[in-house]
């Protein structure tokens, strides 16, 4: 046996990875142990399930890897500070100390925690064992990492390969191809040029928090108009025909101070930035979409680009602008590759994925078996030739429907419930689905946590929180009593992947939700003159579409399409609910609220549940239901944190 374990950490969403033989065996994030979002920390936790979950201790490894290179890092920032020197100074004072400290020692480091995990509460003991680990710790290039995790687990036996956030060491975007076990890096972009800088920018100034609220400018853009598009392209930023861009570095300050714009950004857009929780205002939103069409533009002739460089069908994807769905939606419609997959964890958090992967398939020199060439993959354009629709191809990727993180047996949930005396109703695993689409179909909002836990940003059915999509009123329900957010946010919706071609523009599986496709044209709803009169944010509780809670304002969804043989149970709800109401689509966001992660456990799926208005909450065959609950005591205390925009 041959045990690699991958960690990212120190940066945001830092995570561990565990690969046994070739085979990805357990994934997860520390934020979701430790409860604090974006968690950049050791990810002890993470390694600590990780270990377990395959019944392992870390001197049982055969390889550590980590997912960037530090030294290398660290003579970037060292350059940037002398380059913009003596302006630098805050930033460089601030940041100094935690490289000193531990990330110019991340072997040492990795080997001091890994040794904490073998012999906890025991200095000495493991002390001695960190010297005695028979593996030695491996430093991976931090967008190699990002290539390895989006093709080494993707269905292809050959294929382009982009990744593109804000930066590695130097790196930040690249481009490369992959076939069978080999990889290859052929060209990057590099730092201070960066689309993902840019965009996070951009959403630092129109008031969200960078490294986490990008998504929500990318659901922002749709109530603006590209009204700034011109002076980005013209006077911030120039797209090259090759997708790379080149940034008039005197509007921003992400290289020298705290902040990432400067004053001359802020006069070219006529005003400061947005201060955070203050009411957004069609500035923001016009802002918002300025940089949505730049980056799909950006993306796409990257992607025409990389088909010319490299000759291949098919695209792999990762960094953290892979996760821009809706950029994704438009190169699958109009880019030229056949076929596109995209790893779920397309941030940092999936560098960990990466390099364990890139070590065991190029340091070790293992082969790679791709679904393609065993034929447990077909392309859709193949498939669909000579199949109708509805019938599905076969599906198959590494990522294992992104089902990584920890399952909790019944047995600890209901010990859980009992010791705390919580009313619950046991419910037969044949039964379940059928109580959930009852609830669901008379517009209750139900907690599912079932299974393993996801690995990446989306919740996929094991830790989500389900509605009624054909409702007028869930999405403003479950923003504002349940997720505690913004009210433009949008719910994605979950639709059973045999009937996703009569609901939306979509003729392939789309498992992570990370495609953007508009709902089908009979599916709408026609609007009448006033409302096509509306502007920005009063387009927002006007119906759309036949099931309003997931259709955006440019009646767009983002999709994930559910297979019964990924997850079982998620797929027999939502054909439980097709069964009762004709509607094979229900509201799928994740069980959280804003400033949380998504839920681990039982108890942080309970506490969620009492601390929101949720009336159902199931823990695998357990039913609660919210008004037989006893008082949540620090509910109300809970609640004042937040406030809406």
């Known amino acids: 046996m041959t045990a690699v374990l991958g960690i990212s950490a120190f940066y945001h969403d830092s995570a561990a990875c565990l690969v046994i033989d070739g085979e990805i065996v357990a994934a997860a994030q520390e934020e979701r142990f430790t409860r604090k979002k974006h968690d950049p920390g050791f990810p002890a936790n993470a390694c600590r399930y990780c270990l377990a979950e395959a019944g392992l201790k870390p001197s049982d490894l055969t390889l550590v890897g980590f997912y960037e290179k530090p030294l290398t890092k660290f003579d970037r920032l060292l350059d940037t ?186 006069e070219a857009v006529g005003g400061p930035p947005r201060e955070q929780e203050s009411k957004l205002t069609q500035r923001e939103m016009d802002l918002a979409r300025s940089i949505q069409d730049f980056t799909e533009e950006a993306m796409l002739k990257l992607a025409c680009f990389a088909h010319a460089e490299t000759g291949m069908k098919y695209l792999a994807m990762a960094g953290g602008v892979a996760l821009n769905c809706v950029a994704n939606g438009r190169l699958l419609r109009e880019g030229p590759f056949e076929e596109i997959w995209i790893q779920p964890a397309a941030g940092d958090a999936g560098g960990a994925v990466g390099v364990a992967l890139a070590l065991w398939h190029r340091y070790l020199g293992k082969p790679r078996q791709s679904a393609e060439r065993a034929g447990t993959w077909v392309p859709n354009k193949a498939w669909r030739a000579t199949h109708p629709a509805g019938t599905l191809p076969p599906y198959q990727d590494g990522m294992k429907g992104a089902y990584l993180g920890p399952a909790f047996p019944v047995s600890d949930i209901e010990r859980f419930l009992s010791e705390r005396q919580l009313p619950y109703r046991r419910v037969d695993r044949k039964e379940l689905p059928n109580v959930v689409a009852e609830l669901l179909a008379s517009e209750k909002v139900v907690g599912l946590h079932q299974g393993r836990m996801e690995f990446g940003p989306r919740a996929l059915g094991g830790r989500s929180i389900l509605g009624d999509a054909r409702s007028t009123k869930m999405q403003s329900v479950m923003n504002l009593k349940i997720k505690f957010r913004e009210s433009f ?63 955006h304002v440019d009646y767009s969804a983002r999709v994930q399409t559910v297979r019964r043989d990924t997850n079982p149970l998620y797929w027999d709800i939502i054909e439980a609910f097709r069964c009762r109401t004709g509607c094979a689509v229900i509201v799928n966001t994740s069980f959280n609220v804003r400033g949380e992660p998504i839920v681990c456990s039982p108890e942080d799926s309970y506490r969620c549940f009492m601390r929101t208005e949720m009336d159902a909450l199931i823990l695998e065959e357990c039913l609660l239901f919210k008004e037989e609950q006893p008082k949540f005591e620090d509910r109300e205390n809970w609640r004042e944190q937040f406030t809406l925009d």
């Open 489 to 551: 946010r949008p719910f994605a919706p979950s639709v059973l992947c045999e009937h996703a071609h009569e609901w939306f523009e979509l003729d392939r599986d789309s498992p992570y939700m990370l495609l953007v496709a508009d709902v089908q044209p009979e599916r709408r709803r026609t609007m009448t003159a006033d409302e096509e009169r509306l502007w920005g944010i009063d387009k927002l509780n006007v119906p759309r579409s036949s099931i309003p809670a997931v259709t």
């Open 81 to 266: 500070y002398l380059d913009y020197a003596p302006r630098g100074w805050s930033s460089f004072i601030q940041a100094i100390p935690l490289w000193m400290k531990e990330k110019l020692w991340m072997g040492d480091t990795i080997r001091r925690e890994l040794a904490n995990i073998e012999a906890p509460g025991d200095p000495k003991a493991a002390k001695k064992i960190g010297r005695s680990f028979p593996w030695k710790v491996m430093f991976g290039d931090h967008h190699e990492s990002h290539a390895a995790s989006a093709f080494y687990p993707s269905p292809f036996e050959e294929a382009a390969i982009v990744t593109v956030d804000g930066v590695g060491e130097w790196a930040t975007a690249s481009l490369g191809m992959g076939r069978g076990a080999e990889l290859k890096l052929i060209k990057e972009l590099r730092f201070p040029d960066s689309l993902g800088l840019l965009y996070s920018a951009l959403t630092y100034f129109t008031g969200f928090k960078v490294n986490s609220g990008e998504y929500k400018v990318m659901g922002l853009a749709p109530y603006g108009e590209p009204r700034q598009l011109s002076l980005l392209r013209d006077r911030i930023a120039r797209i090259c025909d090759d997708g790379s861009i080149h940034l008039d570095q005197s509007f921003f300050n992400y290289c020298e101070g705290l902040t990432m714009t400067g004053d001359r950004f802020a």
